[in-house]
DNA sequence: AATGAATGAGGGTTCATTCAT
DNA sequence: AATGAATGAACCCTCATTCAT
């Protein structure tokens, strides 16, 4: 009996910690982490100051709860890729690109690269975090579709390191274009802003990567 | 000995301001606008805390005054390119970019990026500096390099600004990584501190970006 | 069962203003009341914060009941002492001030008096309880002896009220210092600490006290 | 020129330290350091809360800069005394200790007294300071003087540390009682607060320790 | 009766900014 | 022009107290 009484309560002091990390990562990416203020955070959460301060000992607690527990989740490039043998490199790599780049698009995660460069001097978990969890995932599956390619003969022979780079670091930079500067007037004719400018990205790149023996141009002749 | 005296001392005085914002400058790409001390920021020029307030009204000022006078300076990228007709346009390329890439890691525009992406929000000015400094006067040299190269038959034909994504945007992260992260403790293993990184890159990218009749892989034999 | 569940819960209930008291008067002691939190008290206690306010409209109540309920036992000095004809004043005396003094010492009277003189400003309840639980029934005991002493020819003819501040005053700043400045790093060899310091005390004191016509030194030889 | 011109406002500044810890000692015997507000403090000295941090690093640096700087004065009791070979010992004994506990009365060194006592155990200096300060040196200067009426036949061979706990402690709690107590409303009929009472006292424990073969009572004859 | 959760009020401390010299 | 001194306005955090179950 005592269980059900308390569900809404009890429901409700399970998703406080959550809620406050939500409200916290939102104006901590808006206003950086010094210009957040404690109040509103917990305003943003739907409660009073004093409460944020039964769910974390300090702002800066916070911050690193957010780091722990909240970021990871959602930008995990790894989280769903098809790795069947019958797929071909190129197409396993744009789509597994292709899908993180729309995954961190969706999950904001421009403002937490913001909040990681910011940040991390204060906080060096920060740059754990940031090489951790999203370069080295990336470089590591990135680099495998790659070798993977080369070893099949798909992709011509070249350094994995090259192509995660011409591939992924875009992608960070959208993301921080996208979250950091785009709410402000950015026109919309500005580079970044270009329709399926990422696909179009990843073909371009991938022209230089492919083994292409059908599509000599003739030139031996 | 009164002249000497005072003309130092006039050479300072028409130094402070430009010293200010040095200093200015370099606290917040170190701690961020909030969480830099007006204190700080008089200390590092010399001067006491009062004598800020004597050239710039506020804190927010001396921000105002960075971006519209000294930002610009120090990472233009068509500062020195060579027009020549003799030259390759590859080359061209090569040599311009990898100039600007070397002053922007000289000058530490990654922090001056970094400091871009925090403050945008507060100061849309910096988003009109962004574009208008750093993104279009790359983006303008770049492609029209591009479009030069595509004409003289040195490039395949693809839309310039997709070299210009491919080349500029990596970039950007690199002067990111280099002046925020850094300092941290990011391992040297980290794919952005591999040796030559660039200008590796830069030659991947254009082995799918030339024309290459001679390069023949000897697909139709 | 249930009745010994209940019973047992009921007992508890009983005693839980006497618990709080208790702990209150521990944390007072220890810390001073404003120092002294009221979630501690409760957890001293074993109960939680919110339960403390079923029994005690506020934290000054909790202080205003120790003062009316439980100060006076534990110091009293009245409570046994023999008057039978036979002793001696000299040995009635220092029978009850030893075990005064043994019995504060052992009820840790001196955190007691620590928080008399702290709080006094704030509850003037404490200097009535001073003057009238400790102050006046010593004085009139000790006083109530001497004058016996007096009478019997047993002690030279002094105001009893000196015998009183040469006895009493000493045992409180004993107290003290063992309540309040002994868990500190106070050296051993302080001059509260020898052994048996007030045995002495009172021997020495009673020797200006007595009248003594067995004890010439021989001065008329 | 410019020490003309600074003159009152430096020494204004000069002394601000001074003004401040005179205020902090006020209200922290007042009120207790806990309950005492640095607000309030600021006030009482005519500056503003934030002031206050200009000198003082925190609210525990003013009491330790008290412990440290202020409390020593004003209760030393070695001040001055005369040494004279001419004088009696009871005498010089009798002068040191009623100049001293009068200097104790008139700086209300029992307000230091309760401040010790109940911060002692945040702030174990304060323990050093009670010994070294207080106890000590009034140990130190009236077993001397007992020695040397011991020495000079003046004073019965009793151990000096009696004689002093019989004369400091008292004056001890004299100090409490009227720093401390005395606002309350005590009753003027208390023990403590009779006329002359130290000098009364002092001269009861003085008969206890004179040597006098001069008032022998007849008793040999 | 008991308590986990919540909060309003307030205190310590900092800092951008102003004042007096 | 320059600055040492001063401060009002926040902000972080705590805690006595109340609420909802």
């Known amino acids: ?3 059900r009484v308390d569900a809404s309560f009890r429901r409700r002091k399970q998703a406080r910690p959550r809620e406050l990390l939500e409200a916290a990562l939102a104006l ?15 305003a943003r959460a739907g409660v009073s100051k004093a409460t944020l301060y039964l769910y974390f000992r300090s702002k800066e607690d916070l911050l690193k709860a957010l780091i722990a527990e909240r970021f990871a989740s959602g930008m995990d490039i790894a989280a769903t890729h098809d790795t069947s043998d019958a ?6 790599l744009r789509d597994v690109l292709t899908a993180w780049q729309s995954t961190l698009m969706q999950c904001h995660a421009g403002g937490i690269f913001k909040l990681i460069l910011t940040e991390v001097r204060n906080f060096p978990a920060l740059a754990d975090f940031w090489t951790r969890e999203v370069i080295e995932p990336a470089r590591r599956l990135v680099s495998g579709i790659v070798v993977r390619g080369i070893d099949r003969g798909e992709f011509r022979s070249v350094d994995p390191d090259l192509v995660v780079h011409a591939l992924v670091l875009p992608i960070i930079v959208m993301c921080l274009h996208r979250d950091a500067m785009r709410p402000a007037s950015v026109p919309d ?26 599509q000599c141009r003739g030139c031996c002749r």
């Not at 990422?198 to 292409?212: A, K, P, Q, W, Y």
């Open 28 to 42: 901590f990416v808006e206003k950086g982490f010094a210009a957040a203020r404690a109040e509103d955070i917990a």
């Open 189 to 214: 004719s500005s580079l970044l802003n270009a329709p399926d400018i990422f696909g179009r990205h990843f073909e371009f790149v991938l022209e230089g990567l492919i083994d292409r023996p059908l």
């Open 1 to 3: 009996m005592l269980e």
């Open 87 to 92: 797929m071909a490199s190129q197409d396993l």
